[in-house]
Every structure is written in structure tokens, then in C-alpha cells.
């Protein structure tokens, strides 16, 4: 997908609000790259409805997206103030990160491409502090469920701390082998919004610059392309800010000669 395509698309998306309901789901197609997201669309007349609040007037519309975008260094939003939480609500922030690269990946409990981005997580989680990264693996399930939402989507999909702590058990030997935290993201100033409010496909990777700006944004998974994105960013080298010009010496006035007598 071209850059021009993937910010229209993300512009036509920009309007809806992130705790819309809706469950990312790639049943149909478990191989795809991406796991798009399903949401019931609330219209006005939704709301008047005789049946109730998202009742027969509402509909399940299916969103995605799909590519790659890189941002010059002119160009990158400062999102040092995202908090990701773990299940004590232990915050740690991409300000707190500053001078290491940090990867940002969105997944979720059911959604297979991003679980082999968990994979690509894991293999590198061991060398982060030799090479100066952190990973933020953020959890980015809703509390929702399927059925006519989904009807290809177990009625049973849960999101949140219980979802991933089911998910964590199953996955119990590849959990404790990684030793890898996942997270949820904030939900306040601090939230989604500062950068996330873009994401209609799983899973997503981040990529952000040790100033703590956004260098890159990968939607939906492709082999290997999590470290290949990690090193293009640690061996970026940004320059350091130009030194601010000297003041101008304020002119030196001749003194006044004595008039003669």
C-alpha cells in the first residue's frame, strides 16, 4: 500500500471513537496478514430505535487496514507521553524509555497473525538490554463478545485481564520461557489517543526513535518484520540539535573627543 493511500485511509478512519464496540477477528481467513476489526455501527436512528440502543437498526461493519508508513525526521510525533499498564496497574511510559528504541505491538488473544508477532517479540526480548531496546507488547482486546456482532466469532470472546490471563495459561511454557510482560494500554491523557486511535487491523508494530517520537507504523504481519524494523532504528542516528547562534556583540560606541578650546 502506497503512503498517500495508508494516510487517506487513516484520515477516512479518524472519526470513530477507539471504545467503539467491535472484536478483531480473522476466522475466515487464518493464514491473512491482518485480523480486521468488526464494529457495530451506531447511527442516529440506532439510537431511536423501537428496539432498544444498538438494536435491529445498528449493523456490524468490517474495517481494515494493511501497510507500512515511515516518517522523516521532520515529520515525527512526539508520543513520549503513552503509558502502557501491567494487571497491578504498574505504568511505564515511553518518556521513562527515552534514549532506547521501543517497539509498540499491538495483538490480540484472538487473532493468529499477531501472536506470530508475538513469536518475533519473544526471540528478541533477551537482548534488550544489551542493544539498548524495550518491547511494550500491549494487549488491544475489548471487553466484547461475538455472535451478531461476529457470527463466525465464539459468543464467549472476552477482552481484558481475564482474557489475557486465560490466554497466558494456555500459552503457560512459551510465557514463562520469554519471561516477556504484556500490557494494556492507558486509558487516560496519557492513552491510546496519543497515538492509537488509527488502529482498525492487528497486529500493529510501532516503532519509536530514542527522542521518543513515532518513526514507523506497520500494520498487519509479514515474516521477520519485527527485526527488521528494530535495526533499521538502532542504527539511526539522529543529529544532535544546532547550536544556538552566538549573540551579536552590541557595537562599542568611540569615545566623545574634547572639543578644543
Given at each position: 500500500?502506497s ?9 477516512a ?104 508477532m ?71 491523557k ?18 519509536v ?7 514507523e ?45
Amino acid at each position: 500500500m502506497s503512503h498517500h493511500l495508508l494516510n487517506s485511509l487513516i484520515l477516512a478512519f479518524s472519526g470513530f471513537a477507539l471504545n467503539a464496540q467491535g472484536i478483531f477477528t480473522n476466522a475466515n481467513s487464518p493464514d491473512a496478514p491482518t485480523c480486521p476489526r468488526i464494529m457495530q455501527e451506531k447511527t442516529e436512528l440506532n439510537y431511536k430505535s423501537q428496539y432498544g440502543r444498538n438494536g435491529a437498526d445498528a449493523s456490524a461493519v468490517r474495517y481494515s487496514q494493511w501497510g507500512d508508513q515511515f516518517f522523516p525526521l521532520t515529520e515525527r510525533k512526539d508520543v513520549s507521553s503513552f503509558a502502557a499498564y501491567d494487571e497491578r496497574a504498574k505504568g511505564i511510559s515511553i518518556a521513562s524509555l527515552k534514549g532506547k528504541v521501543v517497539l509498540v505491538g499491538l495483538w490480540s488473544t484472538h487473532c493468529d497473525p499477531s501472536a506470530k508477532m508475538l513469536l518475533e517479540f519473544a526471540g528478541i526480548y533477551a537482548k534488550k538490554a544489551q542493544y539498548g531496546f524495550e518491547i511494550l507488547s500491549v494487549n488491544f482486546d475489548e471487553n466484547q463478545q461475538g455472535g451478531e456482532l461476529a457470527p463466525n466469532v465464539d459468543v464467549g470472546i472476552e477482552g481484558g485481564w481475564r482474557a489475557i490471563n486465560k490466554f497466558r495459561i494456555k500459552n503457560r511454557q512459551f510465557f514463562e520461557a520469554s519471561k516477556m510482560p504484556v500490557f494494556t494500554p492507558g486509558l487516560g491523557k496519557e492513552g491510546p489517543s496519543n497515538f492509537m486511535d488509527m488502529v482498525y487491523s492487528l497486529p500493529v508494530l510501532f516503532v519509536v526513535d530514542r527522542q521518543g517520537k513515532l518513526a514507523e507504523l506497520h500494520i498487519g504481519y509479514k515474516d521477520g518484520f519485527v527485526g527488521q524494523a528494530l535495526m533499521r532504528a538502532l542504527r539511526e542516528r539522529i543529529p544532535p540539535p544546532a547550536p544556538a547562534p552566538a549573540p551579536t556583540p552590541a557595537p562599542v560606541a568611540e569615545p566623545v573627543k574634547p572639543s578644543q578650546p
